[in-house]
């Protein structure tokens, strides 16, 4: 059957054959796409412009915690070890252990490129598939060229990926957004979830930053880092994320029952994957990009306990990122990823405005607030990490940005966030940033 093609108000035309476009197509303009993460210009006035509570607390606190010494970061946090995994490259891709009735993959071992090209065989088919989630599916960032491509050869390291057209979902109006592409020979499914949008013009992504602010995704600042000028309590029956993402991914299983199933996504849509994820340990992976603090999915949607939690396998749950990009999201949501493992591309060139203390001094995060965000917005944009991860050092061969992993940098250290508790007890209220 004939994919269906999409004309530029994303309706469904008539099936035909339309030659896909090759994927690299797409990275040629990744420059000139509108970044996914949902920050409007209207939150930073607002912050800048304004001497609301919200501001006032947060510089308070942040005076108080410098006052007291707290100015320090997070505690060593010694790399994953590897060596033990194994390492031996099976059938379908370097680093892809078999187990009975599945394929399973050795994320960790990957990450750290052992075997020699491991690194570039996960990562480059995964950083496709998460481009055409963003590029393929209806919203500000839909490239026609895009709507029926599929993971090319160049980055199949072997493998040979199609798209399962009828089981992927598009919702015009607001949703989960997600992307399938099966290697029958490898016996792999990769799921890609969009991530979220911000422009105000599309419906869709209103109800986005709504679900956000609605899961406190920034914590107490949700209400700013989300800013949307639509009403969020009309859209409240539709805050239905993991249940649709669930949905997604056991349609999937259902349809290849034998195959290894790994998750993935930017931003908001690697936050589902994680917590899609972890409602079947031992069975689904997931390897994200920067994903959206996923720890209140776990206790909310999950229902799980502190106890669960610790008990889930974090080396099947990994967030890939910038380290600030990712650091700052523990500032103020201090168990963003706990659960998980966090692998950070460590000694990164960084975009302006960063500078190397809001890496390290949770205080220079609250005092430089407005700094603070818009290099949060620079290092987290969706094309940053389309250039960075597929990267490819002086040889040509192996990857330029290997990066360091760890569970500890998935949260806030338990001596600091207890420290800043003691200082502050009470964070300011989502409220005072409307």
Not at 236 to 244: C, D, G, H
Not at 258 to 264: F, K, N, Q, S
Request: glycine residues 8%; contains cysteine.
């Amino acid at each position: 059957t004939a994919p269906p093609v999409r004309d530029q108000m994303f309706h469904i035309r008539t099936p035909g054959t339309a030659a896909p476009a090759a994927m690299r197509r797409g990275m040629a303009h990744r420059r000139h796409a509108r970044s996914p993460w949902p920050l409007a210009a209207a939150a930073i006035g607002v912050w800048v412009g304004e001497a609301a509570a919200l501001p006032r607390h947060a510089v308070l606190w942040a005076r108080g915690a410098a006052a007291e010494g707290i100015v320090g970061g997070f505690s060593p946090a010694p790399s994953i070890d590897v060596a033990s995994h194994r390492h031996g490259a099976a059938s379908g891709g370097p680093g892809l252990l078999a187990s009975p009735g599945r394929r399973r993959l050795d994320l960790l071992a990957a990450l750290a490129d052992l075997p020699p090209g491991a690194f570039l065989g996960l990562m480059e088919p995964v950083i496709v598939a998460t481009d055409l989630s963003y590029r393929s599916t209806s919203g500000p960032q839909f490239q026609a060229g895009a709507a029926n491509a599929t993971i090319p050869p160049e980055a199949s390291h072997g493998g040979t990926w199609e798209r399962v057209y009828d089981l992927e979902v598009d919702p015009v109006d607001g949703g989960v957004h997600a992307r399938i592409f099966v290697d029958h020979v490898a016996e792999r499914v990769i799921v890609a979830f969009r991530g979220s949008c911000s422009e105000e013009e599309y419906r869709q992504c209103q109800v986005d930053k709504c679900f956000l602010q609605h899961i406190d995704a920034f914590g107490a600042i949700s209400r700013l880092m989300y800013f949307t000028a639509a009403n969020c309590s009309e859209f409240a029956p539709e805050f239905t994320y993991l249940e649709q993402a669930d949905s997604v991914v056991r349609a999937v299983q259902a349809r290849f029952p034998a195959y290894g199933v790994l998750l993935t996504g930017h931003s908001l849509g690697g936050g589902l994957a994680i917590a899609t994820a972890a409602r079947q340990k031992g069975v689904l992976q997931a390897v994200t990009f920067a994903p959206t603090a996923f720890y209140q999915f776990f206790l909310d949607d999950l229902h799980m306990s502190d106890g669960d939690i610790a008990e889930l396998p974090a080396e099947d749950l990994i967030a890939t990122g910038d380290p600030y990009d990712c650091m700052i999201n523990v500032v103020f949501n201090n168990r963003a990823r706990e659960g998980a493992t966090t692998c950070l591309y460590d000694h990164l060139p960084e975009p302006a405005p960063c500078t190397p203390i809001m890496q390290k001094a949770f205080y220079a995060d609250m005092a430089m607030l407005p700094s603070t965000v818009l290099c949060k917005k620079n290092t987290h944009e969706w094309p940053r990490y389309l250039e960075l991860v597929p990267a490819k050092g002086e040889d040509g061969v192996s990857p330029a940005n290997i990066p360091v992993c760890s569970i500890e940098k998935s949260t806030l250290s338990a001596s600091l966030e207890q420290a800043l508790s003691h200082v502050h007890p009470t964070p300011p209220s989502p409220k005072s940033a409307a």
